[in-house]
Nanobody, 125 residues
Framework: QVQLVESGGGLVQTGGSLRLTCAAS????????IGWFRQAPGKEREFVAA????????NSADSVKGRFTISRDNVENTVYLQMNSLKFEDTAVYYC??????????????????WGQGTQVTVSS
């Protein structure tokens, strides 16, 4: 079984920064691409960013491009989401997910297989 634990969420003012962490309890961590998703109350879950198995390819949603950066440490089995210039509309529960491996970061919902419990990010004005 795979266990993913997100942390690092909290309350931050508009324009501030947070770094989310996802720790994975799996020996084959480097076999998977990793993604971050978010869901706000009353809204559908949306893709945020993803990274390939070895971390050499990433992609991100247009809404966060230039502000959020995804990275991974395959020694520590950890994925990060650095969030800068936060906006009110970034407020959501953020989830990490393990998905399809390969040289290209996964991007389709169907390419993600295991999900964490989420961490709350709240951006205030």
């Amino acid at each position: 079984q795979v266990q993913l634990v997100e942390s690092g969420g909290g309350l931050v003012q508009t324009g501030g920064s947070l770094r989310l962490t996802c720790a994975a309890s799996i020996r084959t961590f480097n076999y998977y691409g990793i993604g971050w998703f978010r869901q706000a109350p009353g809204k559908e879950r949306e893709f945020v960013a993803a990274i390939s198995s070895v971390g050499d390819n990433t992609n991100s949603a247009d809404s966060v491009k230039g502000r959020f950066t995804i990275s991974r440490d395959n020694v520590e089995n950890t994925v990060y989401l650095q969030m800068n210039s936060l906006k009110f509309e970034d407020t959501a529960v953020y989830y990490c997910a393990l998905g399809r491996g390969g040289t290209i970061a996964p991007s389709r919902d169907r390419d993600f297989y295991y999900w964490g419990q989420g961490t709350q990010v709240t951006v205030s004005s």
